[in-house]
């Protein structure tokens, strides 16, 4: 079967340290940031978006009826849906990752149950309960009433949306998707991960893309931000919640094989500062490419959360066509030619890969 090209047109970002669309977090990726460095060590989180920041991107009346994490997802989207320019009544599908889901609102109506029993059981908050509640209101707010997928995995969650995206819109499923993922950091959730043993550097945030057909994308006068040449997610074994020893990446492999085997210039990977899982993710790349080129992850910068890989996929496709790479550690972007490859892989073996270039 032909598979169509699919092209990235709108992005939005909503996080502590960018707010906006592509031209705004082009700006961010493309100056030195060691001052905004804001996350070092075992589970220290990143800093939460400023709550007037947050009241400023939803409409008042959204703001009193919707959970923070809701409003975290509407606002990016809506972000995205507006540099695309694409019209959602044409037709426009919607995927959403996320790690966490509503958590907050979860730990609110078992409060209100333990403290006041049946009494203090909240319709408002129970359907904030259900891990698809940021795609039922992003829907509705954006008016996408094509597929909807929520996509609830740990580290992969905003690079699997946008696969599975790109998968809908490349096999004809949909002309548009608008994917992507989201978490909110609530302190006491932090508190339970790293009692858990996470040693992941935690943030928080929304990342969407709108990805269209190039066809269909062109045809409208559309702005092509990247195009996403291959995508594929594979599973390697490990135990749950555990690293693995295998290191074969087959998801690599089909990502770089519907891409027409073009060998990336750059990297921007999953690292996250959990040691163990990065050190995994190390071995699997060089497996793969042999000299591994220069990688990027922005999660010391950012903070692990479900926004984070649609990020790096729009940071891919920024890179793409400037040529430059930025620098985890603060400094200066490196200079990068060719595509990229935005990598993947979660404790228990998740593992997403795909091929991101300039239009």
């Not at 029993?117 to 309960?129: E, H, M, R």
Request: charged share 20%; hydrophobic share 50%.
């Amino acid at each position: 079967m032909d598979r169509r090209a699919v092209v990235v047109t709108g992005v939005g970002v909503v996080n502590s340290v960018v707010v906006g669309a592509s031209p705004a977090l082009g700006a961010w990726l493309a100056q030195p940031r060691a001052a905004a460095r804001v996350a070092v060590g075992h589970g220290r989180p990143a800093a939460r978006l400023p709550e007037a920041t947050l009241a400023g991107l939803v409409d008042p009346a959204e703001g009193r009826r919707l959970s923070r994490v809701c409003q975290l997802t509407i606002a990016a989207a809506r972000l995205a849906v507006a540099e695309s320019g694409v019209d959602p009544a044409c037709g426009l599908g919607l995927v959403v990752g996320t790690e966490l889901g509503d958590f907050t609102s979860t730990i609110a109506f078992a409060d209100g149950y333990l403290a006041r029993g049946a009494a203090g059981l909240s319709a408002l908050l129970f359907p904030n309960t259900v891990m698809n509640t940021m795609a039922a209101t992003t829907a509705i707010a954006v008016a996408a009433r094509e597929l909807a997928l929520t996509l609830n995995v740990p580290t992969v969650a905003g690079e699997l949306a946008v696969a599975r995206g790109f998968a809908a819109v490349a096999s004809g499923r949909v002309d548009a998707v608008l994917a992507g993922g989201v978490d909110e950091l609530d302190p006491l959730v932090a508190e339970m991960l790293d009692a858990l043993g996470d040693d992941a550097v935690r943030g928080e945030g929304a990342t969407f893309l709108v990805l269209e057909a190039e066809a269909v994308a062109r045809a409208r006068g559309a702005a092509v931000l990247g195009r996403i040449d291959g995508a594929a997610w594979r599973s390697l074994a490990a135990r749950p919640w555990g690293v693995g020893r295998r290191a074969e990446s087959r998801a690599i492999d089909e990502a770089r094989r519907r891409a027409g085997g073009r060998v990336p210039g750059f990297v921007y990977a999953s690292a996250s500062g959990d040691a163990e899982r990065d050190g995994w993710e190390s071995r699997v790349l060089a497996a793969a490419l042999g000299d591994v080129p220069p990688a990027a992850s922005l999660g010391a910068l950012l903070g692990q959360h479900g926004g984070l890989g649609a990020l790096r996929v729009a940071a891919a496709a920024w890179t793409a066509r400037s040529g430059l790479l930025p620098d985890d550690a603060g400094g200066p972007p490196a200079r990068v030619s060719g595509p990229g490859l935005v990598h993947g892989l979660a404790r228990g073996g998740g593992h997403v890969a795909l091929m991101v270039s300039a239009a």
